[in-house]
C-alpha cells in the first residue's frame, strides 16, 4: 500500500519560513520523481517544484529563488524548504510521486499552508 504523508504546514507571517516533509512508503522511493504541487481556492493544482531521482530540480516561476525541494531517498522523504513566503503562497501542499516511464502517479492528501499577518 502506497502512503504519502505531508507534515510541516500551517499558519505564518508574510516573509517567514516553512518547510514542508512528505515521508513515502510502499514504493521504492529512489526510482521516482517526487514533486510539490499546490492548489489555493478557486484555483487549479499547479507544480511548485520537482526533482528527479538524478536530483534534477526545477521550480515554478513564482517560487525561483524561495523555494527549495530537496530528498533524502534513505529515509523515503522529500522536502520543500519556503523562505520569504508571501500571502499569495497560501494553498493546499501535495506531494506527488511520479513514475513517468509507467504512468503511475501517486498523491499525498494534502497540507494546508496560510501565510497570513
Known amino acids: 500500500q502506497v502512503q504519502l504523508v505531508e507534515s510541516g504546514g500551517g499558519l505564518v507571517q508574510p516573509g517567514g519560513s516553512l518547510r514542508l516533509s512528505c515521508a513515502a512508503s510502499?514504493?521504492?522511493?529512489?526510482?521516482?520523481?517526487m514533486n510539490w504541487y499546490r492548489q489555493a481556492p478557486g484555483k487549479q493544482r499547479e507544480l511548485v517544484a520537482g526533482?528527479?531521482?538524478?536530483?534534477?530540480?526545477n521550480y515554478a516561476d513564482a517560487v525561483k529563488g524561495r523555494f527549495t525541494i530537496s530528498r533524502d531517498n534513505a529515509k523515503k522523504t522529500v522536502y520543500l524548504q519556503m523562505n520569504s513566503l508571501k500571502p499569495e503562497d497560501t494553498a493546499v501542499y501535495y506531494c506527488?510521486?511520479?513514475?513517468?516511464?509507467?504512468?503511475?502517479?501517486?498523491w499525498g492528501k494534502g497540507i494546508l499552508v496560510t501565510v497570513s499577518s
Open positions: 510502499g514504493i521504492i522511493f529512489s526510482g521516482y520523481a
Open positions: 506527488n510521486a511520479n513514475r513517468a516511464l509507467i504512468s503511475i502517479d501517486y
Open positions: 526533482i528527479t531521482s538524478g536530483l534534477s530540480t
